[in-house]
């Protein structure tokens, strides 16, 4: 008898929401936070979601990072339902296939760029060489390799937001959920951060979804979602005429280029005042 050909199961999107709405607070307290929102994220992606101060963003991402749960609907991540899934199973999704970015960068402040960056991978029970290893790496792809011993307090702004990214990436993730990650800081330094994710999307492959309020970062993702009062109200391609590279593209990737050849010196110990980059 001839062989029955497998179905062909058409791939689901890696996260897809139907239906999600969020209440917080008692029912006559209750703040309707979303509102019966679908959504869809191919791999690969890279996604913008704007609306206004208070517009339920922070809600959604939360409920994408499997931070919270939805009050109602169905939330999936590659075809899973998350309601059927026990709170370690979640936070093992947290921990394997995302990476958080957040507006205040929430480093700790007592340990090194090394040591933050390494947090995720010390809870994934890896041992310490490789470990190390991943961190280095992921501090290599966000230009930060001679940084390593650094605190947050002696990084500025926008390195210790390159650090909570290499954070983000050090284990690989498949989706990448940024809320405000340019919020606290300068536009030049904005634009470099959004050359980062722009080039962890194109160069690595992670689906990258980022909360803005800034229509010219939304500009420089290739999808636009926006907000308001809890719906989406919007929800277009940026066209490739409107689609703006980051400014330090070019630069920000013969950094780490350059940074990646140096890898072989790069080393765990103090940099030495002065030493040629
Ligand atoms: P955004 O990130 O767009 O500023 P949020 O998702 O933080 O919006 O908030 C959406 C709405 O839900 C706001 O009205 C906010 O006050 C309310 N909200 C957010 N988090 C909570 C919470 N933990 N408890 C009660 N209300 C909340
Ligand atoms: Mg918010």
Redesign the pocket.
């Known amino acids: 008898m001839a062989e029955t050909p497998l179905p062909t199961v058409p791939r689901a999107p890696l996260l897809e929401l139907r239906g999600v709405g969020k209440t917080?607070?008692e029912s006559g307290l209750a703040?309707s936070?979303l509102r019966g929102v679908y959504l869809r994220v191919q791999a690969g992606e890279l996604i913008s979601i704007m609306?206004?101060?208070?517009?339920?963003?922070?809600?959604?991402m939360n409920i994408l990072g499997c931070l919270d749960r939805p009050s109602e609907g169905t939330y999936l991540i590659e075809g899973r339902d998350v309601s059927t899934l026990t709170d370690n199973e979640l936070a093992e999704i947290r921990n394997r296939k995302i990476g958080f970015v957040f507006q205040t960068f929430n480093l700790l402040h007592r340990s090194t760029a090394m040591d933050n960056v390494e947090l995720p991978l010390i809870y994934r029970g890896l041992p310490r060489t490789e470990r190390r290893r991943l961190a280095r790496e992921a501090l290599v792809v966000v230009g930060m390799p001679h940084r390593l011993t650094h605190r947050p307090a002696q990084l500025s702004g926008g390195e210790q937001q390159r650090v909570a990214i290499a954070r983000a990436l050090a284990g690989s993730p498949r989706l990448i959920l940024a809320d405000e990650p340019t919020g606290n800081l300068d536009s030049r330094t904005g634009e470099e951060i959004m050359g980062i994710f722009q080039r962890v999307n194109s160069e690595l492959g992670v689906t990258v979804v980022l909360?803005t309020h800034d229509p010219l970062r939304g500009k420089q993702t290739r999808r636009l979602v926006q907000?308001r009062d809890?719906e989406i109200v919007e929800d277009e391609p940026v066209s490739e005429a409107e689609f703006r590279l980051a400014e330090p593209w070019a630069r920000a990737t013969a950094e780490a280029t350059r940074a990646a050849a140096e890898t072989a010196r790069v080393t765990t110990e103090p940099e030495k005042v002065g030493a040629p980059r």
Do not use: E, I, R
């Open positions: 917080y607070g703040v936070a609306g206004p101060s208070g517009s339920g963003k922070s809600t959604l909360v907000v809890g």
